[in-house]
């Protein structure tokens, strides 16, 4: 059952709550056809749809999602290589070129999105303990604000993920802090720590049926062994990682991602999805149209790169076929290979496909056609638990111990035995497996930049535009032009 954000959170558009954003004469105004705060915030009810909200703006929806999106998260990387859909569109195209500059749409529209859900957020952390104690569960006031927090720390972090320097967020916007400045780094990572920290603390080890999907304490966990480990502290993204409980890997790797055992014991968090509308609204996606090629109907942005196909051929399984993960991330042409549940071979013996395409997050021929997809979309599974664990125990020197955690990666895929334990054979087998289990998540970018090796793995890559990446100018967006033009604490 599917967390109930797919209705709850309507709850807030149709109140009419001012969350998006506004200019400084806005602030100020009192629409007398609006709910005010102090009647909204007088509920658990109205508490839970706040809360709700806040989820739906994790993320943009609808065709956007491919876009705005997928597009920084995916065309950068050596796991795809850019196709006519891309390709025939500058503003598609100069992201995964690196031709970008600070004026690109793209940008100007993610850092938006982002920005106005942390307005969201904030407002949530700022107003959730005001509500009466007799008129909401302490529990679930406890869990809101930890959830909130949580939000908040993921919005942070993806913006830090691709911009060097971001403006801090830590108030609802007003009339006194509409323009703040950049902040540097390490401040960042340090405002994202606690957050996640505190939400560890607040949140509930676990949901029941009716709430799959919202964050838990291993959530907060997970992220925060992330922070911990983009900073480099090892040790203390070790101990964020063991504090995780009850989460294990899926047997059926490929179910991950057609919508048939969404918020499963590996899901550490995954943003709910569904192509249901509800009152004229709905939380759906474009990605199996992003994903899917032109020859599946799908909108032919991208195919899984040369890379990734050698990359994936170099093992077999101790049965001598085919790493697991190859078949269920990739259709091409082997009696093995299937598209939709049907053999995929049938359509390159055909030449409807003349080359490998990607199948993740593509449920069916009408979340393809439609560009109105409802499966969930991962921001963390156990096996990345697994291998950022591994990193950070091998970067500890203690390499020896991250052996077993690459081997439960490796066994669900079909290999055998990985035993090297000296630190550099440790290192290059995580970085290989993410490589491989992650192909197609919109997360091989941001690890050869955190790794340093993005120039030298763009380079060998089939990847079109790979002699524009430059180093450091390109691991990080630059600032969108409009927030320069328009803020005057950034100079």
């Not at 001012?18 to 509920?43: H, Q, R, V, Y």
């Not at 705005?68 to 569109?89: C, H, I, K, L």
């Not at 995964?96 to 859900?117: I, M």
């Not at 900073?231 to 048939?260: C, M, R, W």
Request: charged share 25%; with cysteine; aromatic share 12%.
């Amino acid at each position: 059952m599917k967390l109930n954000i797919k209705s709850i959170y309507i709850l807030i558009a149709l109140l009419g709550i001012g969350l998006s954003s506004c200019n400084e004469d806005s602030l100020e105004e009192i629409s007398p056809d609006k709910i005010t705060m102090a009647d909204f915030w007088t509920n658990e009810a109205n508490a839970k749809g706040a809360i709700m909200e806040a989820y739906q703006n994790l993320t943009m929806n609808g065709w956007k999602f491919g876009e705005y999106e997928m597009n920084p998260m995916y065309y950068r990387g050596d796991d795809v290589r850019m196709q006519s859909g891309a390709t025939d569109w500058s503003y598609l195209e100069e992201i995964g070129k690196f031709t970008y500059r600070n004026t690109s749409g793209v940008l100007a529209n993610y850092w938006w999105q982002k920005y106005r859900s942390l307005n969201i957020a904030n407002w949530v952390i700022a107003n959730i303990n005001t509500v009466p104690s007799n008129k909401i569960d302490a529990d679930q006031q406890k869990y809101i604000f930890g959830e909130a927090l949580f939000i908040r720390g993921v919005l942070h972090m993806q913006l830090l993920k691709n911009f060097k320097q971001i403006v801090l967020k830590k108030n609802a916007t007003n009339k006194d802090n509409l323009n703040e400045p950049l902040v540097d780094r390490e401040t960042a990572w340090n405002f994202i720590v606690e957050d996640f920290k505190q939400a560890a603390k607040l949140l509930p080890k676990k949901w029941d049926a009716a709430n799959l999907g919202r964050a838990t304490q291993n959530s907060a966990n997970g992220f925060l062994g992330k922070a911990y480990l983009y900073q480099k502290n090892y040790p203390l993204a070790h101990t964020a990682f063991t504090n995780i409980s009850g989460a294990d890997l899926v047997d059926d790797y490929e179910s991950l991602f057609n919508a048939t055992n969404e918020n499963s014991i590996e899901s550490i968090f995954e943003v709910q999805f569904t192509s249901i509308s509800t009152g004229g609204m709905s939380k759906s996606h474009s990605g199996a149209s992003t994903m899917a090629t032109g020859d599946f109907g799908g909108w032919n942005m991208f195919n899984p790169s040369q890379k990734l196909m050698d990359a994936f051929v170099v093992e077999k399984t101790t049965d001598n076929k085919y790493d697991k993960r190859l078949i269920a991330s990739i259709a091409f042409n082997d009696p093995e290979a299937t598209f939709l549940g049907k053999s995929a071979q049938s359509y390159f013996d055909d030449n409807i496909v003349p080359k490998p395409c990607y199948k993740k997050y593509i449920e069916s021929e009408n979340a393809i056609t439609s560009g109105d997809s409802g499966t969930n979309f991962f921001y963390m599974r156990y096996a990345d638990v697994l291998l950022m664990d591994a990193e950070a125990l091998a970067e500890d020197n203690k390499a020896a111990l991250a052996v077993p955690l690459i081997n439960r990666i490796r066994h669900r895929a079909g290999l055998g035995e990985f035993n090297k334990t000296d630190k550099a054979s440790v290192i290059a087998e995580i970085r290989h497996q993410r490589f491989l289990e992650f192909n197609g998540e919109g997360m091989r970018f941001y690890d050869i930049v955190r790794w340093d090796i993005a120039k030298q793995e763009l380079l060998s890559s089939d990847k079109p535009g790979k002699v524009n990446f430059k180093t450091p100018e390109h691991n990080y967006f630059p600032v969108p032009n409009g927030e320069i033009t328009n803020n005057p604490s950034i100079k």
